[in-house]
């Protein structure tokens, strides 16, 4: 399985991109927003407005009932294997219905224009990469998954980032 963030650790970063792109409500009160912890949204802070934010609505996510951790975790399978099958995806994210991850999945393959620049990150570093020899003699998955415990974090950023269509 792979070794993602918390959830809560996922919605704190998206949280913080957020910010440093500096939201603003429709309202156009610049008085800035109150972050609502248990419902991962914003809230406007002019009294006569409220209007509520939530960090899904404010990415390409909009509308999923899927946790943060599971768009993060599968789009880096993706960006790393994009002939990745549903049932591997399934097993890697540790999640127990197979329809939803393989809609998840079809759903990353339409949006993969972007997802080009992560790959492009993700061969650049792997070229630069040393690969113990004795590792080079296991299978495809188990050659891969201790080089994948790390990943996420160090990718999580470009996905993140991409997710929310900086
Ligand atoms: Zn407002």
Redesign the pocket.
């Known amino acids: 399985m792979l070794n993602l963030p918390t959830e809560s650790e996922c919605a704190e970063r998206l949280k913080e991109l957020v910010l440093d792109r500096g939201l603003r ?5 610049t008085r800035g927003f109150y972050w609502k912890q248990n419902r991962a949204c914003f809230e ?1 802070k ?1 009294k006569g ?3 509520t934010y939530y960090l899904k609505g404010l990415t390409r996510m909009k509308g999923s009932k899927l946790p943060f951790r599971i768009w993060l975790g599968a789009i880096y399978l993706y960006v790393i294997n994009q002939n990745i099958t549903a049932t591997e995806m399934q097993e890697k994210l540790g999640h127990d219905t197979y329809s939803t991850i393989w809609q998840l999945l079809d759903k990353i393959k339409t949006l993969d224009i972007e997802i080009s620049e992560l790959q492009k990150k993700y061969v650049y570093d792997s070229e630069t990469s040393l690969i113990p020899t004795y590792l080079m003699t296991l299978s495809y998955i188990d050659f891969m998954d201790p080089f994948f415990l790390k990943e996420p974090a160090e990718v999580q950023d470009y996905i993140w980032k991409w997710l929310a269509g900086f």
């Not at 409500?25 to 009160?29: A, F, L």
Request: charged fraction near 30%; aromatic fraction near 0%; proline fraction near 0%.
């Open positions: 409500c429709k309202c156009n009160d406007c002019n407005c409220k209007t």
